[in-house]
């Protein structure tokens, strides 16, 4: 125990000698950096003011520059007021000259310049037309010529020649001469071109049997996409013909395909109008059909049935092939029997043939009542498709609503179509059974009345 209580304070008293030591060395290395510090910071002053003295240098040369550049603009700015008002004293003697030529030309036009804008009136209405017109696809260009001619009648510094005049008077009467002729020439059709087209006056255009449309915005001739059905063979057989008279339909509201024969050739035909009927004038369609054929089918069993019975009724011997023949053979089968036993058995027969004779007779009678029902449906809908395309579009928009007040009347026809042959057919068929069921009970009142006799 006693040698550990030496050694530890010999232990403090070196680490008392060793702490100042150090210190010593850390003050020293300090020392050093704010010296370091110190030198730089004295050099950064240095060439900032080094610095500052350049940009002081820069800029009154600058300065001087400017001043320089500000004097030459002034002068500049002077010299084009003096311009400007050289010209402007330049543009008010001009204007006094014009002023004054103006007069003097409408002093010597006199009476010319009315003439002129008669001749500018009718050169528009010349070119609008012509715009219009078929005999543009034959005669080109005329419509620049036109055009031109009125700018220069418009124009202070240019006057119609004589010949131009003339020329505006024979594009006048060429277009009158053309309106009662029928020619041929080549021209482009779509994208064919030199193909050989007819022209009827400033009717129709026609070309290999079809009906041609010119369009005066881009001045090209297209075939119609739809013909007007029972025209056609005439435009062929005029394209064909050399002389002599052609019948051919032609269109007289216009030159431009016509408003008659676009309302013409926009007419649907029968299957479109059925189409337009959608689902429920499917429908209808079907039903009528099934109703057809179960309508034909009884015609044809009846008319067989009738024409056993009528031999049935002259032959000696009762057959079981027709129901007269089975109500005899029922009766012969109880001839031993007394009357009101007679009379059960052959009642009994005869209900027994009644089926057979009215099968179908009531489901033809259903769909011919069924089918104006189906047809009110689908003017029904056809009026919310209307009422749909109001909410959409507005009421200002005809088109808009024509496909469902189309719908709406097509499938209303297409029920009445089916019911009223329908209600026929059921009415003759029905009547032809019961002409039967008489012939059956007549013969069984017969036969109760032979027996009654005996």
Request: charged content about 20%.
């Amino acid at each position: 125990m006693k040698p550990l209580n030496l050694v530890a304070p010999l232990g403090l008293a070196m680490a008392a000698l060793l702490l100042p030591v150090h210190s010593l060395a850390q003050e020293g290395k300090d020392a050093v950096s704010m010296t370091q510090l110190l030198k730089e910071v004295r050099a950064g002053r240095t060439r900032d003011a080094a610095e500052n003295k350049q940009r002081e240098a820069a800029f009154l040369a600058d300065r001087a520059q400017q001043d320089a550049l500000i004097r030459q603009a002034e002068q500049r700015i002077a010299a084009l007021e003096a311009r400007s008002a050289e010209l402007e004293r330049s543009f008010n003697a001009n204007e006094l000259q014009v002023e004054e030529k103006r007069a003097q030309r409408d002093e010597r036009l006199g009476s010319l310049k009315e003439l002129f804008g008669h001749l500018t009136g009718a050169a528009g209405d010349l070119r609008a037309r012509l715009g219009a017109s078929i005999t543009t696809s034959q005669f080109a260009g005329r419509q620049q010529f036109l055009s031109d001619l009125i700018s220069k009648m418009n124009d202070d510094t240019e006057l119609p020649t004589v010949a131009e005049i003339e020329q505006l008077w024979f594009e006048m009467h060429r277009e009158l001469t053309e309106s009662g002729r029928v020619v041929k020439y080549p021209a482009q059709v779509g994208t064919e071109d030199a193909r050989e087209i007819v022209r009827v006056g400033l009717f129709n255009l026609v070309s290999d049997g079809k009906y041609l449309a010119y369009d005066e915005n881009t001045r090209s001739v297209s075939v119609l996409p739809r013909q007007p059905e029972g025209f056609t063979r005439g435009a062929a057989a005029l394209q064909a013909a050399s002389a002599g008279f052609t019948p051919l339909g032609i269109d007289p509201t216009g030159s431009a395909g016509g408003g008659y024969l676009k309302a013409l050739i926009n007419t649907p035909t029968l299957v479109e109008r059925w189409h337009q009927g959608r689902l429920v004038g499917y429908v209808i369609t079907a039903v009528g059909a099934l109703g057809l054929l179960l309508a034909l089918w009884r015609l044809v069993v009846l008319t067989q049935v009738a024409a056993k019975v009528r031999r049935q009724r002259t032959a000696a011997t009762a057959s079981d092939d027709n129901p007269l023949g089975r109500v005899l053979l029922a009766g012969e089968a109880h001839a031993g029997d007394d009357i009101e036993t007679l009379e059960v058995k052959l009642g009994e027969a005869i209900i027994k043939e009644r089926p057979a004779l009215q099968s179908g007779l009531p489901l033809l009678k259903i769909i011919a009542m069924v089918a104006p029902l189906l047809g009110l449906l689908g003017t029904v809908t056809g009026m919310i498709i209307v009422f749909q395309a109001i909410t959409i579009y507005g009421a200002g928009d005809p088109k808009a609503m024509a496909g469902g007040i189309s719908s709406a009347l097509v499938t209303t026809v297409l029920g009445l179509l089916v019911a009223i042959p329908m209600l026929l057919l059921h009415t003759v068929l029905n009547g032809r059974a019961r002409e039967l069921l008489h012939v059956l009970e007549e013969q069984t009142a017969g036969l109760v009345a032979q027996r009654v006799g005996r």
